[in-house]
């Protein structure tokens, strides 16, 4: 592994809905590397949603400690919080998250409206732009999302995502409104921006999807169930080889497009 960016320590999460006290998390450890590319498994109620929204700095552990490149971020206070989650991560999720009425220049360069280092106008025109032809959509940059399809919606997300250059990419069931080629076009994606440096953590129930990470963590009731290789998970293994023959065929035709 890479020098940890992402280390937990003993999270525990504990809700209370009414008389009710459920244990979302129980006493997880995790250590991700830098340029790490992650998969986080389980199924409904395993804890894995809880999971993505602390490593995300969206909810807070009830015990235990979070540490994100070298900051004690489970300590910090609510504004402190939303710094972090402005300047190292950024996030993409299954339903695409736009504003209907925007174009996808003008939801890509929403949150620099709503950050201190956005910069005049033009600035923020121009660092848009370049996050969406990083992506591919250079010439989709004044269509409206019902002007787009599926996949491209959600390459403006990924690129509203990456615009501040985050180190850490978390994706929450980010196909699971595509189809299987366009699925496999975000993947591609994903795959290279984790070649360009970037941690990249993915939230998913599919193995396929799961084969392109090198690595899957599996969650059930809580806590960490297993922490393999993805060749070596039983469920992931039998798509590991096409995932990867499609990485290489992919990345290859990026370079000789460049």
Not at 112 to 129: D, I, K, P, V
């Amino acid at each position: 592994m890479e020098e940890p960016i992402i280390q937990l320590r003993s999270i525990t999460k504990v809700y209370r809905v009414g008389v009710e006290t459920i244990h979302a998390l129980r006493g997880v450890d995790l250590d991700i590397g830098r340029n790490e590319m992650v998969a986080i498994m389980g199924s409904s109620g395993s804890g894995k949603s809880t999971l993505m929204n602390t490593l995300g700095c969206l909810d807070r552990p009830s015990t235990g400690e979070y540490v994100l490149g070298g900051k004690l971020v489970s300590a910090m206070k609510a504004d402190e919080l939303a710094l972090v989650r402005n300047e190292e991560i950024g996030f993409v999720f299954q339903s695409f998250e736009l504003l209907p009425r925007q174009t996808a220049l003008e939801n890509v360069e929403l949150p620099l409206l709503y950050s201190a280092t956005g910069g005049s106008a033009s600035a923020r025109r121009r660092r848009a732009l370049e996050a969406l032809q990083r992506v591919g959509l250079g010439k989709r940059v004044d269509h409206r999302p019902n002007q787009l399809s599926g996949g491209q919606k959600q390459r403006v997300a990924i690129a509203r995502a990456i615009l501040n250059n985050p180190r850490i990419l978390m994706a929450d069931e980010p196909t699971g409104n595509l189809d299987s080629a366009t699925t496999t076009e975000i993947l591609a994606l994903f795959t290279a921006l984790n070649h360009g440096g970037q941690t990249i953590i993915i939230v998913t129930h599919e193995n396929d999807v799961a084969a392109h990470c090198r690595r899957v963590v599996r969650l059930r009731d809580g806590r960490i169930l297993s922490d393999l290789p993805a060749e070596e998970d039983a469920e992931v293994a039998p798509y590991v080889a096409g995932a990867r023959e499609t990485q290489r065929a992919q990345l290859e035709a990026q370079g000789a497009a460049a």
